[in-house]
């Protein structure tokens, strides 16, 4: 006989494990290999091109406006785009879907996964491990622009020539373009984490219900987060051969992360709602989040609207840098709804 006790832990359970059996039968009617196989070849292209357009768009504006005297206004908007473009993506993009990856419902049930937060902690991790390279280059920097050259430059007496040694200090112009291809290089690589755990979730799922609308989404997602970087990399001014490396890495790494995911699932069986996969994304989507939260709102924001003389002495400027970041961050936030 059941008491009204034993009733009630049996429906919880039931309740607790519903939306488990409800996703599986959702699910079911959708898994299609084939097609999901044809639909992730086409997203090969598609992600991979929207990718090159997204990154290239800002550098070749900066180009455009190289030389001209609006050049250095220009970029600073560009830039203050793109930082909200990179604080939207680790905001409303990144850290929920490594939230609800780690609390999902075959993961959460887990020890230690259900006794503590740790899609908060490695976000937690990924923002100090970001500023300990911050730190770390920085004082390399200044390390290295401290030491003397030993140069020795003649110098003209009373007694007549003689040497004398000079330092030769990096010229602070030097510092600051050395700061922003560390915040560019460091973005990429959280930008990279984030990228193959998008594409190697797609390439593990058979789901064509899902696929479908997701190669549309991260093609627009690609396209502002590519802009968010370029803007970056525009800054920065590297070198022609290091802009069309860290493009390709850019545009190459999601597809990449394709491919591993259905070699992934083709290997293990493995599929994007398995355990295993589950905690692997939640993981690195949290390290990734927690360097993108650091950059955009240490390296970027803070930097461009606190410690810029340009932006300080014009009002105007401050008011159109501001609205960018705004419109950056409104353009990526409503991607959200579809990816």
């Known amino acids: 006989m059941h008491t009204p006790t034993s009733i009630s832990l049996t429906v919880g359970a039931i309740k607790a494990m519903s939306p488990c059996v409800t996703d599986a039968a959702r699910t079911l009617g959708c898994r299609d290999s084939a097609a999901a196989s044809h639909l992730k070849l086409v997203s090969l ?27 250095d206004k220009a970029i600073l908007v560009i830039k203050c785009f793109a930082a ?22 075959h993961v959460a049930s887990r020890h230690p996964w259900k006794d503590f937060p740790f899609a908060g902690l490695v976000t937690l991790l990924g923002a100090l491990l970001a500023l300990f390279v911050d730190l770390t280059a920085s004082s390399h920097v200044e390390h290295g622009q401290s030491k003397p050259t030993g140069d020795y430059l003649p110098v003209v007496t009373q007694e007549g020539t003689t040497g004398k040694k000079v330092e030769n200090d990096l010229p602070n112009e030097e510092l600051v373009k050395l700061k922003q291809k560390l915040v560019s290089q460091v973005l990429e690589i959280g930008i990279i984490f984030h990228s193959v755990v998008i594409g190697a979730t797609m ?13 549309a989404a991260l093609a627009f997602h690609q396209v502002f987060e590519g802009m968010g970087l370029g803007g970056c990399i525009a800054q920065a001014e590297f070198k022609t051969g290091t802009v069309a490396y860290m493009c390709f890495m850019f545009s190459a790494t999601t597809p990449m992360g394709i491919v591993l995911g ?3 699932f083709a290997v293990t069986g493995y599929g994007d709602s398995s355990p295993n996969a589950l905690i692997m994304e939640g993981l690195l989507g949290s390290m990734s989040s927690g360097i993108l939260i650091y950059m955009a709102m240490v390296d970027l924001i803070a930097l461009d609207f606190f410690h810029n003389k340009l932006m300080s002495s014009q009002m105007w400027l401050k008011k159109a840098s501001f609205i960018a970041l705004v419109l950056g961050s409104t353009s990526m936030s409503i991607l959200a709804l579809w990816a």
Request: a positive charge; proline letters at 6%; glycine letters at 6%.
């Open 84 to 105: 909200g473009v990179i604080l939207s993506t680790s905001l409303v993009h990144v850290l929920p879907e490594a939230f609800a990856a780690l609390s999902d419902c």
């Open 262 to 264: 259905m070699v992934v």
């Open 203 to 215: 390439g593990m799922s058979q789901n064509q219900c899902t696929i479908r609308p997701l190669v």
């Open 45 to 71: 292209v598609v992600i991979f091109i929207s990718s090159i357009v997204g990154i290239s768009s800002p550098i070749f504006l900066a180009r455009y406006f190289q030389g001209k005297p609006v050049y």
